[in-house]
T-cell receptor
Framework: ELKVEQNPLFLSMQEGKNYTIYCNYS?????LYWYRQDPGKSLESLFV?????AVKQEGRLMASLDTKARLSTLHITAAVHDLSATYFC????????????FGAGTILRVKS | DAGVIQSPRHEVTEMGQEVTLRCKPI?????LFWYRQTMMRGLELLIY????????DSGMPEDRFSAKMPNASFSTLKIQPSEPRDSAVYFC????????????FGNGTRLTVT
């Protein structure tokens, strides 16, 4: 059974600081996604990571994938208040079809 | 593109009543998913369809839940009879059946069963 663990589950940080969210998964996967969810809103796709060593960046967010360690990271650089949201990683395997298993989410609060 | 469209946005019903949630996927997407989100259990996959055919319904909690996809542009999730523990936000998502295609989520239906 594919399991996905995120940590931390809650992160409170000051503006301007850097931090990393971790996503571990239990079995081999061929794709990993990061999503953002604002309170009361839907989920928005941020990154798709498909191969070992993949790195993608968008603004102050950078995601990476280490398939050997079964680990993905979402790094936040110089946080700003607008980044406050819940961030989910989701892992899939084509032999499961398009099925994605989501982590519990990391609630990020950036304080001014 | 209008994105994934779900209706209603909010549903309040009494225990024992039938509830039907509706979803229109993005045109051209051939996979459709129903997820449920609660504080206690997070995001749970209930069922997903490829080309209108149910592929995996192992996440459907019990027989009170059923889902259909009569055509490529419409799906329903029905709960009959509803119970208070069914209260949650139900999301529909669609995607292309490709390894690099993310799921596109609708705005969700917030269901409250009293």
């Amino acid at each position: 059974e594919l399991k996905v663990e995120q940590n931390p589950l809650f992160l409170s940080m000051q503006e301007g600081k850097n931090y990393t969210i971790y996503c571990n998964y239990s079995t081999t996967s061929d794709r990993l996604y990061w999503y953002r969810q604002d309170p009361g809103k839907s989920l928005e796709s941020l990154f798709v990571l498909l191969s070992n060593g993949a790195v993608k960046q968008e603004g102050r967010l950078m995601a990476s994938l280490d398939t050997k360690a079964r680990l993905s990271t979402l790094h936040i650089t110089a946080a700003v208040h607008d980044l406050s949201a819940t961030y989910f990683c989701a892992v899939g395997l084509m032999e499961y079809g398009n099925k994605l298993v989501f982590g519990a989410g990391t609630i990020l609060r950036v304080k001014s | 593109d209008a994105g994934v469209i779900q209706s209603p946005r909010h549903e309040v019903t009494e225990m024992g009543q039938e509830v039907t949630l509706r979803c229109k996927p993005i045109s051209g997407h051939n996979s459709l998913f129903w997820y449920r989100q609660t504080m206690m259990r997070g995001l749970e996959l209930l069922i997903y369809f490829n080309n209108n055919v149910p592929i995996d319904d192992s996440g459907m909690p019990e027989d009170r839940f059923s889902a259909k996809m009569p055509n490529a542009s419409f799906s329903t999730l029905k709960i009959q009879p509803s119970e208070p523990r069914d209260s949650a936000v139900y999301f529909c998502a669609s995607s292309l059946r490709a390894i690099n295609s993310p799921l596109h989520f609708g705005n969700g239906t917030r269901l409250t069963v009293t």
